[in-house]
């Protein structure tokens, strides 16, 4: 009797550490998962930055596109700002040029100091003709200059804000299941019952 009674006491324990420890396999294999996953999650799919993009196209513009992966975007960004970086150095040296000969001439009245500007020096008047006209055409050639300038910072402004945007949808995705149809469908009212009309189905899958 005392032989049976341990015979079904040790059965009864190996099935319990039998359940027992299937158990733990399984809360282990769940956590062991649910871990994989969070550091797979969090190392293979880094946070992209807005801020780091709005840093990068600041210090370097173009980098906060590269950033994005936006690549063709560095076309408009280089050739806005190459466009009016050239534009800004041709009439400000135009700038330079007349002022020179103005300040010159309105000394010296000396026509040498103004014969390189070849339109100036083909007028023919008094000196203050001349003066009058070499003050005319610094303040426009300034005035382009600055305007220029203007659309090289808008550029670089622009810039950093598209690469702020991009950044901020960079894992923004429409996915292809999520459809827009149109459907026939039945309208059932009080009024009038089984009356045919048109059902619009958003499917989010």
Known sequence: ????????????????SGILLCSG??????YSDTL???????????????????????????????????????????????????????????????????INFSKYHDRTAIQHLKYINQIVGSDQLIIDNLRRSKDQYRRWRDLNALGFLGIYILNI?????DAYFFNYDISNDL????????????????????????TIR
Not at 45 to 59: D, E, G
Not at 161 to 165: Q, R, S
Not at 185 to 199: D, E, M, R, W
Request: proline share 3%; net charge positive; glycine share 8%.
């Open 36 to 102: 994989r996953f969070n550091v797979t999650d969090s190392i293979l799919k880094p946070v992209h930055s807005p801020t780091r993009a709005a840093i990068l196209s600041a210090v370097f513009p173009g980098m906060g596109q590269v950033y994005n992966k936006k690549y063709w975007k560095l076309i408009l960004v280089y050739g806005g700002l190459g466009a009016f970086g050239y534009f800004v150095n041709h009439w400000d040296s135009k700038y330079n040029e007349y002022l020179n000969g103005y």
């Open 25 to 30: 396999r399984t809360s282990f294999a769940q």
């Open 1 to 16: 009797m005392d032989i049976l009674f341990h015979s079904r006491k040790i059965k009864f324990i190996i099935l319990f």
């Open 179 to 202: 459809s827009l149809k149109i459907r026939p469908t039945l309208l059932n009212s009080v009024a009038n019952s089984g009356t045919f009309g048109i059902k619009l189905c958003f």
């Open 161 to 165: 804000v598209d690469a702020t945007v």
